[in-house]
């Protein structure tokens, strides 16, 4: 089967689904969408989106199924549910969660997948806001090869590094990683601009010269300018980077880890959250110093 043959579905049009689904309408896929709320998917329906009122329908209408909502108890309502992606969906239909959920759940819907003759990968994704928007993406994704293979072309839409790391469980893992390496980071970043500030020094013109340095990171460049101009939108989401880091801290006991630099980070970010900044971008981290 070509893959402009397929109808691909995709439930959780947020700030990173709305863009993600904008590529592949670009790419002229046909997409059925869901959202809980169908105000917030307006835009991709006006674009040519299908609305489907439930995932039970978008399993009904779609070959393959991307997932991307926000905490592990509702990646496990939309697939494990009596209306849900698994009860549902067609013989040989490919099941795609691109939440970052636990590696558990992803090992269990794998062999539920398995089990009624469906195909599942964890294919978790970072760059935020602006890399979905831009379509450069990174997708990290575990399962079985020949399918993540299958795919490919999928992937590539909305993303620029896309990478298998092995069996299922292996994207989610690979994805806190991810979130370990930007949690400690993000302090320095803060640390960094509140140093500059206190020294007495031009912040922008501090960051033109670290970002090109040894320091520089992508929360350097694209997050510091927006902690200079107390721009604190959400590209991701504080309450989903303390669900994250949340799951890293549980998993690293599962290995007898002790990662003292993730426990801080969310020490800072869950006082920043009882302080209402739960709906605030990760950059608000640095208001924990002003």
């Known amino acids: 089967m070509k893959e402009k043959q397929l109808s ?10 709305k863009s993600m689904v904008s590529h592949l309408l670009k790419a002229k896929y046909k997409v059925y969408i869901y959202n809980r709320s169908k105000e917030k998917a307006l835009e991709l329906i006006e674009k040519g989106a299908g609305w489907c009122n439930t995932p039970r329908e978008v399993a009904e209408n779609a070959d393959l199924i991307i997932t991307m909502v926000g905490y592990p108890h509702d990646v496990e309502e939309v697939y494990f549910s009596s209306e849900g992606l ?18 558990t759940l992803a090992e269990k819907i ?21 890399g979905a928007k831009n379509g450069t993406l990174t997708i990290m994704v575990g399962g079985d090869q020949e399918v993540f293979e299958e795919v490919t072309p999928i992937f590539s839409c909305f993303g620029h590094n896309v990478v298998y790391q092995g069996k299922a469980g292996a994207g989610q893992h690979t994805k806190m990683c991810n979130q370990i390496a930007i949690a ?9 601009l509140v140093y500059a500030k ?18 520089g990171s992508f929360s350097l460049s694209n997050l ?8 604190y939108s959400p590209g991701f989401f504080i309450k989903h ?50």
Not at 89 to 97: F, G, P, Y
Not at 198 to 215: F, Y
Not at 246 to 251: K, M, Q, S, V
Not at 256 to 283: H, R
């Open 8 to 17: 691909i579905g995709f439930i959780g049009t947020g700030i990173m689904g």
């Open 86 to 103: 698994l009860s549902h969906a067609k013989k040989n239909a490919i099941l795609i969660d691109m939440t970052t959920s636990t590696p």
């Open 110 to 130: 794998y062999h539920s997948a398995k089990d009624k003759g469906l195909k599942a990968l964890d294919a978790p994704v970072s760059g935020g806001d602006i």
């Open 184 to 192: 400690t980071n993000m302090i320095g970043v803060s640390e960094a």
């Open 198 to 215: 206190k020294a007495g020094l031009n912040p922008e013109n501090v960051l033109k010269s670290i970002s090109a340095g040894a320091a």
């Open 224 to 231: 510091a300018p927006r902690m200079l101009i107390n721009d």
């Open 241 to 290: 980077f303390i669900k994250d880091m949340g799951i890293a801290l549980a998993e690293a006991e599962k290995i007898n880890l002790q990662l003292p630099g993730l426990e801080l980070a969310k020490k800072i970010y869950d006082q920043l959250a009882e302080n209402g900044e739960e709906n605030s971008g990760t950059q608000a981290i640095i208001k924990y110093w002003e």
